[in-house]
């Protein structure tokens, strides 16, 4: 008999797992309320604290262990639940409500925690809705020390290589060692495809299926199950013909990512020959490992917001120059596109903007270089470092979120000013600085013309193009539905945007998500495309599907299907691009 649940299936570098369940408790301790007399309160207060302190070791612990390879946002989530554990709200609240009420530390405890709950809840922003998990993930790490049944249980079990995890949710901590023991997939209770599991599943590379609804009650700890990512499904207990095909299909992909390392050091040309440039987006310095290790052609994007964020004031000239000297001279001498603060919306860095009034509708407010020229403390240090970092290696500036020509023309005048300051100051930088702008508003795409006339190269930003474009927030999960890069409209859109840069003789890229996208690909190519920057786990998959394309066919094609996209669905043709079979 084979049992089918499904959920949201986030693929990795591999989407087919078999393997045996193993079931994971977690999910929230329920605590009793329990009365303590005047004289308990001194030793209640004194459990919880040391709980707290516990919990604040076991992460430090995990964060310490972190190897150099894992991805930026596990750690940002780890530092997140670290700084919960220091903050006044959780942990000092409890202690009050201890000697207040005289209770037992796991009812103060629960107390608070339904409190901040209650504030994420009234939240209107859905992604930070989602983070009342971070609230669930800290307060479960103490309350499993304050009733002691804290085992560790992840962290020194052995047996989890090539087991399919089944949770009700996942810590960060808990995924970090599952990753270290081998684990083959997870399948959890919860989340939605903005939730931790799932960012923490694709940054990781483990396959996984989420948002099973008591997934943990229908299957069983240690029964056969086969995930299957790309379908968002698992199948329990399979018969032999089932298990012989996915058995055949881990085959094929496996022998398809040995096959993808032998492209490294491949050149991204098409079948008839046209050179392609393929980069990658990055966040962190962390992130230059990867970069060389697929022998990137360049950075594409590298999104500075990091730098910014979980701290009280933003980063000084030098702090600016220092991170981007070791990503520049990191790179050994291949291009890298800074993109200059995109802070606003779905980036958020309060710590730096103080005085910020909150927008009724952030994602159309204050954001990107709209903040920038309202804020010059934040912007002109920015600027001088990228300007002075020039001199260690082949840098470009790209301006994120252009509207009007206007803003693009202050810009270029701050530059130029500051060329005239540095150079007075006696610092060098390179005087011919390439600066490029994203195009990433539906007006700037329209408007591409004018901007590649003022520009030295354009970027397409399909991620904040589809919203603006398609009117649906990107975070929010009631409308993702509606998140569809072969829209008409989108498709009309970009390549217009080709087409100007084209006429103006000004390369064009695209660094949204839709760049990496296999699916869409031969699609960009055939649209002429022929700058693309992704993140570096889709980059080889990008070039074998490059190799095996062939350009002069791909434009006849796409030229024809641009002519019927609005009688025809554009996705059913999409397939029949595509130039390798699996
Ligand atoms: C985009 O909007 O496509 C983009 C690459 O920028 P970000 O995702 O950082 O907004
Ligand atoms: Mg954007």
């Keep these: 008999m084979t049992l089918m649940c499904a959920g949201i299936g986030i693929g990795a570098t591999s989407t087919i797992a078999i393997g045996k369940a193993y079931c994971l408790q977690t999910g929230q301790i329920e605590a009793c309320r329990r009365t303590i007399t005047a004289e308990e309160v001194a030793h209640e207060t004194c459990r919880f604290q040391q709980a707290v302190l516990a919990a604040r070791q076991d992460l430090k612990a995990v964060r310490e262990q972190i190897p150099a390879s894992t991805p930026t946002d596990i750690c940002a989530f780890i530092d997140t639940h670290l700084l919960m554990l220091e903050d006044v709200a959780l942990v000092e609240a409890p202690i009050e409500t201890i000697k207040s009420q005289l209770c037992n530390a796991e009812w103060a405890l629960q107390l608070r925690r339904n409190a901040l709950v209650k504030i994420f809840d009234a939240m209107d922003d859905p992604y930070l809705r989602t983070r009342k998990d971070d609230v669930d993930h800290v307060v479960g790490q103490i309350q499993k020390h304050l009733i002691g049944q804290y085992d560790n249980s992840v962290a020194n079990e052995d047996d989890l290589k090539g087991r399919i995890i089944l949770a009700q949710d996942l810590t960060p901590a808990d995924t970090i060692h599952m990753r270290n023991r081998g684990v083959a997939a997870f399948v959890t209770e919860c989340g939605g495809p903005m939730s931790h599991t799932a960012i923490l599943a694709r940054s990781l590379g483990i396959p996984a299926v989420i948002g099973i609804h008591r997934v943990t009650q229908y299957l069983q700890h240690g029964e056969l199950l086969i995930m299957d990512a790309e379908q968002g499904v698992v199948l329990a207990d399979p018969d032999e013909r089932t298990l012989q095909h996915f058995q055949k299909r881990v085959e094929v992909e496996q022998a398809h990512i040995a096959s993808l390392r032998a492209l490294v050091n491949e050149p991204a040309i098409t079948a008839d020959g046209t050179d392609i440039t393929l980069m990658v987006n990055i966040e962190l310095p962390e992130d230059i490992e990867a970069t060389n290790d697929i022998a990137a052609a360049g950075v594409g994007l590298y999104r500075t917001e990091f730098l910014y964020m979980n701290r009280e004031h933003p980063p000084n000239e030098e702090e600016h120059l220092a991170s981007y ?230 434009t006849e094609q796409v030229a024809n299907l641009m002519q019927h996209i609005d009688e025809d669905d554009i996705s059913r043709w999409i397939p029949q691009l595509y130039p390798v079979t699996h």
């Design 325 to 554: 000297r070791q990503i520049v001279e990191g790179l050994n001498g291949i291009p890298i596109t800074i993109r200059t603060l995109d802070l606003g919306a779905d980036k958020e860095a309060d710590g730096c903007c103080h005085d910020m009034q909150p927008a009724s509708n952030p994602a159309l407010g204050l954001r990107a270089i709209r903040l920038c020229l309202k804020e010059p403390k934040l912007f002109r240090p920015q600027l001088r470092a990228i300007l002075r970092v020039s001199v260690y290696g082949p840098v470009r500036i790209m301006i994120p979120m252009l509207s009007n020509l206007q803003e693009l023309h202050t810009v270029k005048s701050i530059i130029d000013e500051l060329k005239r300051e540095l150079k007075q100051e006696g610092h060098g930088f390179d005087p011919e600085i390439p600066i490029g702008g994203m195009i990433e508003v539906p007006a700037a795409a329209l408007a591409a013309d004018s901007f590649a006339r003022h520009l030295d190269f354009l970027s397409i930003g399909t991620n904040d193009l589809i919203q603006y474009a398609l009117a649906i927030d990107r975070v929010d999960d009631e409308v993702n539905y509606l998140y569809d890069p072969l829209h008409p409209s989108i498709l009309r859109l970009i390549q217009y945007v080709i087409q100007a840069g084209r006429k103006r003789g000004k390369p064009v890229s695209m660094c949204g998500e839709m760049a990496g996208n296999p699916l869409y690909i031969p699609l960009l190519l055939g649209m002429g495309l022929r700058e693309f920057s992704m993140q570096p786990g889709s980059l080889l998959e990008a070039k074998r599907i490059i190799r095996a394309s062939d350009i002069g066919h791909l």
